[in-house]
């Protein structure tokens, strides 16, 4: 490995890890036990999701949104994250042949 | 829940390596796109591999690998990496409260592997009643091991599978955030927070480059939920 490789992944790791620990830090001052931090803070896993989500989505077609119903379908269904992939990815890979 | 401990045990570590199954598959697969791109692009087994292992960022090391080139642009790739981690800032902050009582070194080894993939099995197993802090590390080891592990494999694949597409492979990823989403949806107070976080992303998507549409839209879904705290307590 030559040193410029070195150096670059060495520095792409400590953006990478500073991002991780970044947020962390910084909630050290902050209160976390205030009503609004708590309510910022349960409000961002559906907010993550949803960003995720959506834009992913609206660049998809009939196969992803098919996959999306199914996923969210099989998991309200048996509580199964493995079985609402599997069925989701099944799915997709089926309306793809029919496209 | 602050002032008291939290547990880091195990029996936590344990159930968190097992529960990672979905996302460690998920991560399996991408690990194996990753190895057969970074093939494709030049970069040496060991360099591929040590990329894995030290960045640990599927979207931030494909960002990379589009950059990569001689001589490296280091600040590119970088600022693609700032771009598309800010998210883990959120997931940083909102796990605060998960580590108090938690020893340092275990603190800041659990971070290292924070990603989606194991916050969010972390965070359902929380809000379960089982806050063991160990859970997410557990789970973290597990897909660290399966992220690694396919990137060296897909690197030696080289060109053999075909085209992922057509076994709706690329799609396990988003499957698994449709899983995550209905998993922690907490009903009709997240309605607000959700549609504020869907429109911004989707606005900042289009105006800017990277994955910033999703620091934006966790923000603004997360400060609507923050301000209408009043009418929620």
């Not at chain 2, 190895?35 to 292992?53: E, H, I, K, N, R």
């Not at chain 2, 194991?118 to 091991?145: I, S, T, V």
């Not at chain 2, 396919?150 to 057509?166: C, E, K, V």
Request: hydrophobic content about 55%.
């Amino acid at each position: 490995m030559t040193p410029d490789v070195a150096i670059a992944l060495a520095v792409m790791a400590a953006v990478s890890y500073a991002c991780r620990i970044g947020g962390f830090l910084l909630m050290r001052f902050a209160p976390i036990d205030a009503p609004r931090v708590r309510a910022w803070l349960g409000g961002i896993p559906i907010a993550i999701m949803g960003s995720l989500l959506a834009p992913a989505l609206l660049k998809g077609g009939p196969a992803e949104w098919i996959g999306f119903a199914v996923a969210g379908g099989t998991y309200k269904a048996t509580g199964s994250d493995i079985a609402a992939v599997a069925a989701a990815v099944l799915a997709v890979a089926l309306v793809r042949t029919q496209l | 829940m602050a002032g008291q401990a939290n547990p880091f045990s195990w029996r936590g570590l344990g159930a968190g390596f097992r529960g990672a199954s979905a996302p460690a598959a998920g991560g399996f697969v991408f690990g194996i796109a990753f190895g057969l791109l970074a093939d494709q692009v030049g970069l040496a087994l060991s360099t591929a591999v040590l990329m894995s292992m030290l960045v640990y960022s599927g979207t931030a090391q494909f960002v990379s690998l589009q950059a990569w080139g001689d001589p490296i642009p280091l600040a590119a790739i970088c600022g693609a990496i700032l771009a598309t981690n800010a998210r883990y800032v959120l997931l940083g902050a909102s796990v605060r409260p998960w580590f108090h009582g938690v020893g340092r070194l275990k603190t800041y080894a659990s971070l290292f592997l924070l990603s989606e993939g194991n916050w969010a099995p972390a965070l359902r197993e929380r809000l379960e009643g089982r806050p063991d802090a160990a859970y997410m590390l557990g789970c973290g080891l597990a897909m660290y091991a399966s992220w690694v592990s396919a990137t060296a494999l897909g690197h030696a694949l080289g060109q053999l599978i075909p085209d992922p597409r057509a076994f709706g492979i690329d799609f396990v990823l988003l499957a698994f955030f449709t899983v995550v989403a209905a998993g922690v949806w907490r009903g009709r107070r997240d309605i607000a927070p959700l549609v504020a976080a869907v429109a911004v992303a989707l606005a900042v998507g289009r105006l800017a480059p990277g994955h910033w549409y999703i620091l934006a839209g966790g923000l603004a879904g997360s400060l609507v939920a923050a301000l209408k705290v009043d009418r929620d307590a």
